[in-house]
């Protein structure tokens, strides 16, 4: 009897979305790092490298990017499968979908900032009604709502900012 191998052929998209995986990954542990001044609000650092992914290679690598970063940053922070990860989950998917429909908009009036603020308001929604449904069942989740739409508000527009800079100024294209 012999063994069998499998080899899987590794194409140059894998290895692209692999290198913009690990820098996503890399953010989302050093914001684990950072000190929130309430639990929910992050700055959502590893946001920046999915937009610099949308807009430079479109919306499938994307996706592969954010939920790959979802579920191994769950897995090196060590939350895989505790509420925190599916609230991330949640909130991935629902930034997903907003980003899907944006980069159908017109790019001349939806830029990375905007598209940054569609998703980031998506991102809080999705994690506020898996709350509701899962983890707070009642309404008085949404109370936070205000809160919670300010901080997307922020860091929507400065994850949105600096992903227009790395797009314009520094990384380079590696197609």
Do not use: C
Request: charged share 10%; net charge positive; aromatic share 8%.
């Amino acid at each position: 009897m012999t063994p069998s191998t499998i080899e899987l052929p590794v194409t140059e998209d894998d290895r692209r979305i692999a290198r913009y995986t690990a820098m996503a990954i890399a953010l989302t542990v050093a914001e684990a790092a950072l000190p929130s001044p309430l639990p929910g609000i992050k700055p959502g650092l590893a946001n920046i490298i999915v937009l610099v992914v949308l807009l430079r290679h479109g919306w499938r690598d994307a996706a592969w990017v954010s939920l790959l970063r979802v579920v191994a940053g769950g897995l090196v922070i060590g939350q895989l499968f505790a509420p925190g990860f599916f609230l991330a989950l949640a909130g991935a998917v629902s930034s997903l979908a907003a980003l899907f429909l944006a980069v159908r908009l017109p790019r001349r009036w939806f830029g990375a900032v905007t598209i940054s603020l569609l998703a980031a308001f998506a991102h809080i929604g999705g994690q506020l009604v898996l709350a509701r449904l899962w983890l707070v069942p009642h309404d008085g989740v949404f109370y936070l709502a205000p809160l919670f739409a300010t901080a997307a508000l922020a860091f929507g527009t400065i994850n949105g900012l600096i992903a227009a800079h790395l797009l314009a100024a520094v990384l380079p294209h590696t197609d």
